[in-house]
């Protein structure tokens, strides 16, 4: 997957160009070199259940269509995989959340595209936020750093490690757990002499989906943080909040933080 996608980024642009779009809703190129943001970013489906979308996928290069489709594939076992470990780790049936969440969700990938910058300083591939699904699955080039996480106020470089993925909990889980798991916040920065490239599968529920947490985590001792919610609800707080995607999730929920929470909070802006 990490060859043809850069196989694909390594095309004319000219030719990468001809999937240029803002609609979220096919297979699309959108490029971000202007406010400080130097990406270029290819989305489209990634869930082999619904597989009427490959004919949609680049046609260069020319084993994109196929390599991205077995792609899928494997990924989004890998995520039902995942889902029966935190199901474990939450207490629950290994099974609880696959038989739950996999007919309500959606996957899709992106793939990012990071040119070198010659002042790494002033620019930002991707700025700080959560991810706003259920967990993400991300591949990165190997030999180039550029994702960093927030620990204790301080940003950390994930560095490639070989055959590894990064799994991030995403802003879903989190509800779903009552806090229990963690969406964390990343950002994605540049350097001076190489391009970089990401290949995220995200998995998230649907507009229509009921997002709450999970009745049998709920007792005296633990109760609800977050509202139940419709997941597009959440989605149309993002532009009015404009601010990062943990002031969003704030609107939901029904207990103040912690001082502790609310501290670690302020340090990240």
């Excluded at 020319?62 to 390599?67: G, I, K």
């Excluded at 560095?159 to 009552?178: G, K, T, W, Y």
């Excluded at 190489?194 to 709920?218: K, M, N, T």
């Amino acid at each position: 997957m990490m060859d043809v996608a850069t196989d694909f980024f390594e095309l004319p642009y000219e030719e990468r160009t001809k999937l240029y779009s803002y609609n979220p809703y096919s297979p699309h190129l959108t490029l971000q070199y202007q406010n400080r943001t130097l990406r270029e970013r290819l989305t489209h489906p990634a869930d082999p259940i619904h597989d009427d979308y490959i004919h949609l996928l680049p046609e260069n290069p020319p084993r994109y269509r196929e390599v991205a489709a077995a792609y899928a594939k494997e990924i989004t076992d890998l995520v039902c995989r995942l889902w029966g470990l935190i199901s474990e780790g939450l207490g629950l049936e290994t099974d609880y959340l696959q038989t739950r969440l996999r007919d309500m969700t959606k996957f899709h990938q992106t793939t990012n595209f990071y040119p070198p910058c010659l002042q790494p300083e002033l620019s930002i591939g991707l700025p700080v936020h959560t991810d706003i699904g259920l967990i993400t699955v991300l591949q990165q080039v190997q030999g180039v750093s550029g994702l960093q996480v927030i620990k204790d106020g301080k940003w950390l470089t994930v560095d490639p490690l070989p055959d590894a993925f990064i799994v991030n909990v995403a802003e879903q889980l989190e509800v779903m757990s009552n806090g229990r798991y963690k969406s964390v916040q990343h950002r994605a920065v540049t350097n001076q002499v190489l391009p970089r490239i990401s290949i995220a599968i995200f998995s998230r529920l649907s507009e229509d989906a009921i997002i709450g947490p999970i009745d049998d985590l709920i007792n005296e001792k633990q109760p609800s943080i977050y509202r139940n919610y419709r997941f597009e609800e959440f989605l149309k707080e993002i532009p009015k909040q404009m601010q990062t995607s943990w002031k969003i999730k704030q609107v939901f929920q029904l207990h103040p933080a912690s001082s502790q929470h609310l501290e670690e909070e302020r340090m990240l802006l």
